[in-house]
């Protein structure tokens, strides 16, 4: 958690946030966009795209994700709290910032339970996905590090 970050991963996580969400609308679009059509802002181009405007706005709530990101992992502010603290907290913080773009940007009405259950499902896939990928790639990267701990263990112990 100490690792320093530079400008550029900031932006490239930025820019994954962004592209997988982008995509995963593009995909919904295809499939649901005549449908959505009356439901949200979003699929006002129906299964023809995604409006420049929607694009914009998913960039600016992947900037969010990021800074919130950065908020609560890199021990500036909240170093007493555990990583499952952190995550919860994280995750509620995106779901208030995703509900206040939803409604400022008409993303899906705010009166409609329908659109708000399928948010939340969504988020909770791609949440599940994202800490399943986390936790495997912190593993990865554990055994990796406790290899080349062993290895230089062994190099150094006395013959």
């Known amino acids: 958690m100490t690792k320093e970050h530079s400008i550029l991963d900031y932006l490239s996580q930025i820019i994954l946030i962004w592209g997988i969400s982008i995509l995963s609308l593009c995909l919904f679009c295809a499939v ?9 802002s979003i699929f006002i181009l129906a299964t023809s795209g995604i409006p420049i405007s929607t694009c914009m706005q998913f960039l600016l709530m992947s900037f969010v994700i990021v800074s919130l990101r950065w908020l609560f992992f890199t021990d500036r502010l909240f170093k007493k709290l555990t990583i499952l603290m952190r995550s919860i907290l994280l995750f509620l913080f995106i779901i208030v910032f995703i509900s206040i773009f939803a409604i400022i940007f008409k993303w899906f009405p705010v009166n409609e339970l329908l659109p708000w259950l399928l948010f939340l499902i969504c988020f909770f896939v791609y949440s599940s996905i994202s800490v399943i990928i986390s936790v495997y790639k912190d593993k990865s990267d554990n055994d990796k590090m406790q290899a080349a701990l062993d290895q230089l263990k062994k190099e150094e112990a006395p013959h």
């Open 32 to 40: 649901f966009g005549e449908t959505a059509l009356e439901y949200s």
